[in-house]
């Protein structure tokens, strides 16, 4: 029974920051690849970014690289995003996503959280 649940969502200003956090279980934790994927309103799923089970590569797109940082503590079964210099477009629900494979697996969203919302204004 996997289980991720998200939190820290909440509004912040431009230019503002955030921490979100996705706790999880029911899995081998450090066994997989996680990543947050996002949806604003009226718009598709975006992805945001990836870490590899360990920690040591993340992967992001380009308009979120130098903003946004995904990291993870595996003692605590835990996957973070650090989110800074928020801008309008960021508002959405974030989502924590764990893969469906093992270990190198950077490239399914097999379970998904209920999500956090990010509220961008001024």
């Not at 934790?29 to 996680?34: C, K």
């Not at 380009?62 to 508002?91: C, H, Q, V, W």
């Not at 469906?100 to 001024?122: A, K, M, P, R």
Request: proline residues 4%.
């Amino acid at each position: 029974e996997v289980q991720l649940v998200e939190s820290g969502g909440g509004l912040v200003q431009p230019g503002g920051s955030l921490r979100l956090s996705c706790a999880a279980s029911g899995f081998t934790f450090d066994y997989y690849a996680m990543s947050w994927v996002r949806q604003a309103p009226g718009k598709g799923l975006e992805w945001v970014s990836t870490i590899t089970r360990n920690g040591g590569t993340t992967y992001y797109p380009e308009s979120m690289k130098g903003r946004f940082t995904i990291f993870r503590d595996n003692a605590k079964n835990t996957t973070y995003l650090r989110m800074n210099s928020l801008k309008s477009d960021d508002p959405a629900v974030y989502y924590c996503t764990k893969p469906l494979g093992i270990f190198n697996d950077y490239g399914t969203f097999g379970s998904w959280g209920q999500g956090t919302q990010v509220t961008v204004s001024s």
